[in-house]
């Protein structure tokens, strides 16, 4: 798995081929894939020729198909560029809007109501993917992590001597913990 990384804008997990090498002799690669930047670097070059009033029809559709991808990406939690900036090739909006309005749609519903709006993408993967493998590995490994991840021990207390957590993802991490719990009981279900 060391040949892939995860894109901190679209969120898959693509073969290190994927991302440009940083430059200069600083060793690793960007965090973006290269499709990603191409659809970032062709926002920056539509955006220049929607400032000076050039843009026709077709391309302003294109930039604000761009813009809505970029929303949809955020609301999952990745991380698309921050600001609208101001020889691409060609690339498939519509399959691309389709793909993350639909994962957009799954998040919203599934996420608790009182989650963070800012919800790491991680949070937002376990309470949509698929789940295929043995329950176990869900409970035990993948949910342990997040725990220690999103809900750190922050303190102990003076007067109960019990610790203290950080409860800004729990509503979160305890949907997770149930969709689990309700994945194993299905899955050994079906083994009888």
């Known amino acids: 798995m060391n040949n892939y990384k995860p894109c901190k804008q679209c969120g898959e997990i693509k073969p290190q081929a994927q991302y440009r090498k940083y430059y200069g002799g600083r060793k ?28 026709s029809a077709a391309e302003t559709t294109e930039l604000q198909k761009i813009h809505t991808l970029w929303d949809y ?14 020889k691409a090739t060609p690339i498939d909006l519509d399959v691309m809007l389709e793909t993350y309005h639909d994962k957009a749609q799954k998040a919203k519903s599934v996420l608790p109501v009182n989650a963070p709006a800012e919800t790491p993408a991680e949070l937002i993967k376990w309470l ?28 102990i207390d003076t007067v109960t001597h019990l610790p203290i957590y950080d409860d800004t993802y729990k509503t979160v991490l305890d949907e997770i913990a149930k969709r689990f719990d309700e994945y194993e009981d299905t899955y050994y279900d079906k083994e009888d």
């Open 28 to 55: 690793g690669s960007y965090n973006t894939c290269k499709l990603c930047e191409k659809i970032n670097s062709r926002e920056k070059y539509l955006s220049g020729k929607a400032a000076n009033g050039d843009l």
């Open 73 to 86: 990406q955020s609301s999952l939690g990745l991380c698309p560029p921050r600001k609208i900036s101001g």
């Open 128 to 155: 949509t993917e698929e789940l295929v493998e043995e329950p176990e590995f869900y409970q035990d490994e993948v949910y342990y992590k997040l725990k220690e991840t999103y809900r750190p021990q922050l303190f």
